[in-house]
């Protein structure tokens, strides 16, 4: 059985949410504030936490620095702001996904089904594939470079094995979107970009790099000559 750990100092909220995800089979767990929550994720070991931006004691992007801390656990943000800064904040610190207050609890429960059939191992199939001095073991979930292996999280492996399947062509945002959060997130491609931000920033070495094609998406291409160590490696 699944654990879920749900915190929201509502407990409107907490039994609502509750109350569907057991309907699901999920174990739940609920904490009504940030310092009660970081406590129970030692103890209850979630496989993903459903977490309220605003709490009483400590704020939830705090909390997601903690659960970031203690393993690999996915985030699912409630917020009832609706200014794009606070998603953007929440995803840069890795949260997987956000959902704004009020919310359709079986819409919540989609994206909880979706999280974690990304995190399923079980998911991705296909072997191995490479680009250039880049190497991604799909099933396992493992990428190195020139056998130093780069550590990505669910979402980041993800975007870069789109990629790499797809060498040299252009993938646009919503393509993107649809492939790695199963849905078109209201149009809001910004979320690719950080991601895309990521990647990069954790392949640098790699004798491949991720192209921007203005105004349309991303593709993955060979690093330039002059871009490449003195034997063919990415600086």
């Known amino acids: 059985m699944t654990n879920i750990l749900v915190v929201d100092d509502e ?3 907490q039994e609502l949410v509750k109350l569907y995800l057991e309907k699901e089979g999920y174990r739940i767990e609920l904490a009504g504030n940030g310092k009660d929550a970081i406590s129970r994720i030692d ?3 979630p496989a993903l936490v459903v977490l309220d931006l605003m709490l009483p004691d ?3 992007y705090e909390v997601c620095r903690e659960i970031r801390k203690r393993g690999e656990a996915a985030v699912l943000m409630l917020t009832a702001r609706k200014e794009d800064v606070d998603k953007i904040v929440g995803l840069e610190l890795g ?9 359709n ?9 979706a999280i974690l059939r990304r995190y399923s191992t079980g998911q991705k199939t296909g072997g191995v594939i490479e680009a250039g001095n880049l ?3 799909l099933p396992r ?7 130093r292996q780069i550590k990505l999280r669910t979402r980041e492996f993800d975007l870069l094995a789109a990629l790499v399947q797809n060498f040299g062509i252009v993938l646009t945002r919503e393509r993107l979107l649809e492939l790695i959060w199963d849905t078109d997130f209201y149009g809001e491609t910004r979320t690719v970009d950080i991601h895309i931000a990521h990647v990069r920033d954790k392949i640098e070495g790699a004798s491949v790099a991720i192209e921007t094609v203005r105004g349309v998406g991303y593709k993955l291409i060979n690093k330039p000559a002059e871009q490449r160590g003195p034997e063919g490696v990415g600086k």
């Open 105 to 113: 609890p079986r819409e919540l429960v989609a994206r909880i089904k």
């Open 135 to 137: 190497r991604m073991d």
């Open 43 to 45: 103890i209850f070991r």
């Open 11 to 13: 407990p409107n909220i």
């Open 95 to 103: 949260a997987d996904d956000y959902i704004t207050k009020p919310f």
């Open 58 to 60: 400590i704020d939830g």
């Open 141 to 147: 979930r493992e990428v190195d470079i020139d056998g």
